[in-house]
């Protein structure tokens, strides 16, 4: 089955400092990876996703995410960060074939400090 | 009215009341989905309706009844719920799942308080 695992529940960084938020996933077959943001009082949108082809995939907003197969990891990253961007971010997974099930990770809270 | 709409936005019931949740979306998608979203724990998937039929129900307690008359509603039926079910009820819609993986796109939710 599979799983996704974000270890930071909490990542406070300064205006326009670099992020990174961690996301690592777990299945025995190929997968397909999303990012989503979930802004206050709003349902989660897409940021980004990883379907096939180049493993840095670019997305809305600034951000991107590197794919990497042999850490099973798939972090997102924006090189400067702005106080629009203090939302919750949800990493996703979805295995490739058949019917596909999508499980979310437990978020990421970004908080932006000015 | 675009995307994916839900009504109420917040709803307070009693534990012997019984209440609606509503999702449209306008997006001419073919599959939707109920989610519970709890504070630290991950989004949880409800049900799963596929060109009107439900495709997935993951043992949900029966308090909860879903109801999809067509491709662009659904209903959560909801009846003598417990104070463990406050939480976040999201709605979601995508293309038919079984033919790829598609995006999804939510609704605002119903912030759900049960006393």
């Known amino acids: 089955a599979q799983s996704v695992t974000q270890l930071d529940s909490q990542v406070p960084v300064f205006e326009e400092a670099p992020v990174e938020l961690r996301c690592n996933y777990s299945?025995?077959?190929?997968?397909?990876l999303f990012w989503y943001v979930q802004y206050p009082n709003q349902g989660l949108q897409l940021l980004l996703k990883?379907?096939?082809?180049?493993?840095l995939v670019k997305g809305i907003n600034g951000f991107e995410a590197e794919f990497n197969k042999s850490q099973t990891s798939f972090h997102l990253r924006k090189p400067s960060v702005h106080i629009s961007d203090t939302a919750e971010y949800f990493c996703?997974?979805?295995?490739?074939?058949?019917?596909?099930?999508?499980?979310f990770g437990t978020g990421t809270k970004l908080q932006v400090i000015p | 009215e675009t995307g994916v709409t839900q009504t109420p936005r917040h709803l307070v019931m009693g534990m012997t009341n019984k209440k609606s949740l509503k999702c449209e979306q306008h997006?001419?998608?073919?599959?939707m989905y109920w989610y519970k979203q709890s504070a630290k724990k991950p989004l949880e998937l409800m049900f799963v309706?596929?060109?009107?039929?439900?495709?997935e129900n993951n043992s949900v307690p029966s308090r909860f009844s879903p109801e999809c008359p067509n491709s662009s509603h659904l209903f959560l039926h909801l009846h003598t719920l417990q104070p463990e079910d406050s939480a976040l009820y999201l709605c979601?819609?995508?293309?038919?799942?079984?033919?790829?993986?598609?995006?999804?796109?939510f609704g605002p939710g119903t912030r759900l308080t049960v006393t």
């Open positions: 979601a819609s995508s293309q038919d799942p079984g033919t790829g993986p598609h995006e999804q796109y």
């Open positions: 996703a997974v979805s295995e490739s074939g058949g019917y596909q099930k999508v499980t």
């Open positions: 997006l001419g998608h073919n599959a």
């Open positions: 299945s025995s077959v190929s997968v397909y």
């Open positions: 990883y379907l096939s082809g180049s493993t």
């Open positions: 309706y596929s060109l009107e039929e439900r495709v």
